[in-house]
């Protein structure tokens, strides 16, 4: 299934149209309803970290997806002003319909957060709840293996570009 085409802005105010303005390919979102759900994402993004460090295409954004209608100012809070400056830059505050959102992505309910892991717009992996070691030495290999093709499908490319 496609990530479905909606727009965010991260704690600075800078917007985003998405899923075209996410960096990377993969990337990892982890998805949350709530701001009291920090203790499900924060695992998630030390994950996601460590990921990054060795992955050099690889980047993932937290996505707290909050009502429309939501008067919610989650960038003057006193919670946001305890996340670091990379947290502001990563975290993508989504103002959608979140019924719709969260059914165009098969998300069951709120009362979890969700990690997805897109390839060019496509979720191609998908949990729930907290990253257990099977789900991320599953999300680890799975990057090894698209590490190991992109070197021979970029040189068969050259190849087939000079033949």
């Known amino acids: 299934m496609k990530f479905p085409r909606v727009s965010g802005s ?24 709530q701001w009291q759900q920090r203790s499900l994402v924060d695992p998630w993004c030390s994950v996601a970290e ?9 980047e993932y954004y937290e996505l707290l997806v909050v009502d429309w209608r939501s008067r919610m100012l989650i960038g003057r809070t006193r919670r946001a002003d305890l996340l670091t400056a990379d947290q502001h ?8 319909n979140k019924r719709q ?13 969700y990690a997805l892991l897109l390839d060019d717009e496509h979720v191609v992996r998908q949990a729930a709840g907290f990253p257990v070691s099977s789900t991320v030495d599953g999300l680890r290999t799975l990057l090894e293996d698209w590490e190991d093709a992109r070197p021979s499908a970029e040189a068969g490319q050259t190849t087939n570009s000079t033949g």
Not at 10 to 33: A, K
Not at 50 to 58: K, S
Not at 89 to 96: A, E
């Open 50 to 58: 460590q990921l990054a460090a060795r992955y050099d295409a690889f």
């Open 101 to 113: 959102f969260r059914q165009s992505l098969g998300l069951l309910g709120e009362d979890t957060v």
């Open 10 to 33: 991260n704690l600075e105010g800078d917007h985003r149209s998405l899923p075209d303005g996410f960096d990377g390919d993969p990337t990892l979102l982890v998805i949350s309803f």
């Open 89 to 96: 830059d990563r975290m993508l505050v989504l103002r959608v």
